[in-house]
């Protein structure tokens, strides 16, 4: 396992420009130039048409909350200051087929409810004992 | 068929092999917390007691089939290591247990056809409960290795395994109004069956559902009950041609059906287009057809089940109930070995018995079937197991001949 696990590797080619979006403050995922479906997972090939050549595209970054939990356990020794924490699945506006795992932050998860809007603010994702920190995409409740 | 067709997956196509072989030995290592054992060692113990079962003898077997991930498991080398054997064998790396435990029944159903093998052994171990302080989340390692996951999910706390399937549990929830009462309901029915059988680990840990609910989540809506056990073990079947079997010690159960279903919508979970349903939706039709029965003729059922969601959603998915009433279906004492309903890992499962998954299911199967299981359900003809890994399901049918 990388030293700075579980940070995210963020040359690794198919994810690079994940990361380097967020380092930007933009939310972006690869779009088909054949068919303009956007591919989550990242993939070698398009989904729907087969095509293999994408554009990394930005999103808005709203989208709807499509499943969370609280976690209160730390299965990693590298949560535990984290604990308690709400990863999340959210299913973007452009194509809520596009589920972005992430954290929802700045909410008490009491007052989270399935397809509640959320949008994507960026926050440095760090861990104890690796001087490194990267730009993360989390999400938040909107406001209002 | 109990749903709609729907098109995020696939059967894949099984020749029918109804029949044609029997599962003649069954047997199960000692099922332990940290042990100190190898993988291996495990395996021997439970192959050494399956073939004590059927009354082969180790230069019998000329088939054997594992799993070549989990740690050391017991390859051809190692049986010949360990009972001084030399035959031929062939040779299966299809094996072991989850979705395989199932489908190794299929692969050596036509290697016994074709004439390759006359006895088959499948055998799976694991000896997490001893390496887990040395494996990256447990369990979790090999999602931990995965490099989508490790640059798209870990980073945020979506890791390991109890974390993915809280989630749709939670979804599940949302969707079809299932509680946590249902969800302790399989928990409870887990381990009353465990407390009757005493090679479970949770034997003599009797669990309510008021305890159940009076516990703390530790991963919403999961409590520490909703989870699998860690533990160290393993367990082998051996299979042969049905009119060969009728030579053998043990009653006569024959591999009736089996089916494999996959998802089309990729291996991440959160790429599920499906996101609360499990492959079974494509697996167990096969396996019922290619077996002439329909749920309803099902007398004994045990599944993968990592954790209580797992039961609910495979359930639903394998037409014992309508999607979305697999809440409804688990209440009570449904899944109890005689609460009349539909008696469901009667060893104790994932749950409550050992953490061996899902080998120990087919075991238990085959016993029921026999009428020689600990907590028995009452002439017991049609046992079927359901194995699961996320983008894959599998079914088995077996039945007494
Ligand atoms: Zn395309």
Same mark, same amino acid.
């Given at each position: 396992?990388?030293?700075?696990?579980?940070?995210?590797?963020?040359? &690794?080619?198919?994810?690079?420009?994940?990361?380097?979006?967020?380092?930007?403050?933009?939310?972006?995922?690869?779009?088909?130039?054949?068919?303009?479906?956007?591919?989550?997972?990242?993939?070698?090939?398009?989904?729907?048409?087969?095509?293999?050549?994408?554009? &990394?595209?930005?999103?808005?970054?709203?989208?709807?909350?499509?499943?969370?939990?609280?976690?209160?356990?730390?299965?990693?020794?590298?949560?535990?200051?984290?604990?308690?924490?709400?990863?999340?699945?959210?299913?973007?506006?452009?194509?809520?087929?596009?589920?972005?795992?992430?954290?929802?932050?700045?909410?008490?998860?009491?007052?989270?409810?399935?397809?509640?809007?959320?949008?994507?603010?960026?926050?440095?994702?760090?861990?104890?004992?690796?001087?490194?920190?990267?730009?993360?995409?989390?999400?938040?409740?909107?406001?209002? | 068929?109990?749903?709609?067709?729907?098109?995020?997956?696939?059967?894949?196509?099984?020749?029918? @092999?109804?029949?044609?072989?029997?599962?003649?030995? @069954?047997?199960?290592?000692? =099922?332990?917390?940290?042990?100190?054992?190898?993988?291996?060692?495990?395996?021997?113990?439970? @192959?050494?007691?399956?073939?004590?079962?059927?009354?082969?003898? $180790?230069?019998?077997?000329?088939?054997?089939?594992?799993?070549?991930?989990?740690?050391?498991?017991?390859?051809?080398?190692?049986?010949?290591?360990?009972?001084?054997?030399?035959?031929?064998?062939?040779?299966?790396?299809?094996?072991?247990?989850m979705v395989w435990a199932a489908t190794a029944?299929?692969?050596?159903?036509?290697?016994?056809?074709?004439g390759r093998a006359r006895h088959v052994l499948?055998?799976?171990?694991?000896?997490?409960?001893?390496?887990?302080?040395?494996?990256?989340?447990?369990?979790?390692?090999?999602?931990?290795?995965?490099?989508?996951?490790?640059?798209?999910?870990?980073?945020?706390?979506?890791?390991?395994?109890?974390?993915?399937?809280?989630?749709?549990?939670?979804?599940?929830? =949302?969707?079809?109004?299932?509680?946590?009462?249902?969800?302790?309901?399989?928990?409870?029915?887990?381990?009353?069956?465990?407390?009757?059988?005493?090679?479970?680990?949770?034997?003599?840990?009797?669990?309510?559902?008021?305890?159940?609910?009076?516990?703390?989540?530790? @991963?919403? !809506?999961?409590?520490?009950?909703?989870?699998?056990?860690?533990?160290?073990?393993?367990g082998a079947y051996i299979m042969s041609a049905?009119?060969?079997?009728?030579?053998?010690?043990? !009653?006569?159960?024959?591999?009736?059906?089996?089916?494999?279903?996959?998802?089309?919508?990729?291996?991440?979970?959160?790429?599920?287009?499906?996101?609360?349903?499990? $492959?079974?939706?494509?697996?167990?039709?096969?396996?019922?057809?290619?077996?002439?029965?329909? $749920?309803?003729?099902?007398?004994?059922?045990?599944?993968?089940? !990592?954790?209580?969601?797992?039961?609910?959603?495979?359930?639903?998915?394998?037409?014992?109930?309508?999607?979305?009433?697999?809440?409804?279906?688990?209440?009570?004492?449904?899944?109890? =070995?005689?609460?009349?309903?539909?008696?469901?890992?009667?060893?104790?499962?994932?749950?409550?018995?050992?953490?061996?998954?899902?080998?120990?299911?087919?075991?238990?199967?085959?016993?029921?079937?026999?009428?020689?299981?600990?907590?028995?359900? $009452?002439?017991?003809?049609?046992?079927?197991?359901?194995?699961?890994?996320?983008?894959?399901?599998?079914?088995?049918?077996?039945?007494?001949?």
């Open positions: 396992m990388r030293p700075d696990f579980p940070l995210p590797d963020t040359e &690794w080619e198919p994810t690079r420009e994940y990361w380097a979006a967020a380092a930007r403050g933009e939310l972006a995922v690869p779009r088909c130039r054949a068919c303009g479906a956007y591919a989550w997972y990242p993939a070698q090939s398009c989904p729907a048409c087969g095509h293999s050549s994408f554009t &990394w595209t930005t999103m808005s970054g709203r989208g709807q909350l499509f499943a969370w939990t609280v976690v209160r356990h730390a299965f990693l020794p590298q949560f535990s200051a984290e604990v308690p924490y709400v990863p999340a699945l959210v299913a973007l506006d452009e194509d809520p087929a596009v589920r972005i795992v992430t954290r929802i932050v700045d909410c008490d998860p009491t007052h989270l409810s399935v397809d509640l809007p959320v949008r994507v603010v960026f926050r440095p994702l760090s861990f104890p004992g690796i001087d490194r920190e990267v730009i993360a995409p989390y999400f938040t409740p909107e406001q209002g | 068929m109990p749903h709609p067709a729907p098109d995020w997956g696939h059967a894949t196509t099984y020749e029918d @092999v109804s029949g044609e072989i029997a599962v003649v030995g @069954v047997g199960e290592s000692d =099922h332990t917390r940290a042990s100190g054992r190898t993988s291996g060692q495990i395996a021997a113990q439970a @192959v050494e007691r399956a073939l004590d079962d059927a009354g082969l003898l $180790p230069s019998d077997i000329d088939g054997i089939m594992y799993a070549p991930f989990a740690g050391d498991q017991l390859d051809e080398d190692a049986f010949h290591r360990h009972f001084g054997t030399s035959q031929e064998m062939w040779v299966s790396k299809r094996g072991g247990g029944a299929h692969e050596a159903a036509l290697a016994i056809r074709e499948n055998t799976f171990a694991v000896a997490w409960a001893t390496r887990r302080s040395e494996m990256v989340g447990g369990p979790g390692e090999s999602h931990a290795q995965e490099l989508f996951k490790q640059s798209l999910e870990v980073p945020f706390g979506w890791f390991p395994q109890p974390v993915y399937f809280a989630t749709i549990a939670q979804r599940h929830m =949302h969707e079809f109004g299932t509680t946590q009462e249902q969800l302790g309901a399989v928990a409870v029915a887990c381990r009353r069956h465990a407390n009757l059988t005493p090679s479970a680990v949770m034997h003599g840990r009797p669990l309510t559902l008021e305890a159940y609910l009076a516990s703390p989540t530790i @991963v919403d !809506p999961f409590r520490k009950e909703d989870c699998c056990l860690i533990s160290d073990g393993g049905s009119d060969r079997a009728r030579d053998l010690r043990q !009653p006569l159960v024959e591999v009736a059906g089996v089916g494999l279903g996959n998802s089309d919508t990729g291996v991440h979970w959160a790429e599920q287009r499906a996101f609360t349903s499990t $492959p079974q939706v494509f697996a167990a039709p096969g396996a019922f057809s290619m077996a002439g029965v329909a $749920p309803a003729d099902v007398d004994v059922l045990t599944l993968y089940d !990592p954790f209580t969601i797992h039961a609910i959603m495979q359930i639903e998915d394998m037409g014992f109930c309508a999607k979305g009433e697999g809440g409804p279906f688990v209440e009570g004492k449904a899944l109890d =070995h005689d609460g009349g309903g539909l008696p469901y890992n009667t060893h104790g499962g994932l749950l409550s018995h050992a953490y061996v998954l899902g080998i120990a299911h087919v075991v238990e199967v085959v016993r029921q079937l026999r009428g020689q299981a600990a907590a028995q359900v $009452p002439d017991a003809a049609v046992g079927v197991y359901g194995g699961y890994t996320g983008p894959q399901a599998s079914t088995v049918v077996l039945r007494r001949a």
